[in-house]
């Protein structure tokens, strides 16, 4: 799926501070993650678009990768628990 940079920054902002105030609970993997994405996203021009997409790696493991411009910017393993 692709977004602006914006839409994703948002989303994960929100993210963040839902973490951060306990509203939502987030594994410590998955907060270092949105952690990393926020600090990447904010970095670039919100107009360009940012592809999310779903992968798997040999050994089957699932995962969620963030590409702008054609360069990774960011992947998380989902666990095997969330895959769908």
């Known amino acids: 799926m692709s977004q602006s940079v914006r839409h994703y920054l948002d ?4 993210r963040q501070q839902m973490a951060a105030s306990g509203v939502a609970k987030a594994s410590v993997e998955a907060r ?3 952690d990393l994405l926020v600090t990447r996203l904010s970095e670039l021009e919100p107009s360009l678009s940012c ?6 790696d ?12 054609g360069r ?6 989902i666990p095997k628990e969330f895959d769908i």
């Open 72 to 77: 990774e910017l960011a992947r998380y393993r």
């Open 11 to 14: 989303i994960y902002k929100q």
């Open 51 to 56: 592809e999310l997409s779903k992968t798997r």
């Open 32 to 34: 270092a993650f949105i």
């Open 58 to 69: 040999s050994d089957g493991s699932a995962w969620f990768v963030f590409v702008v411009e």
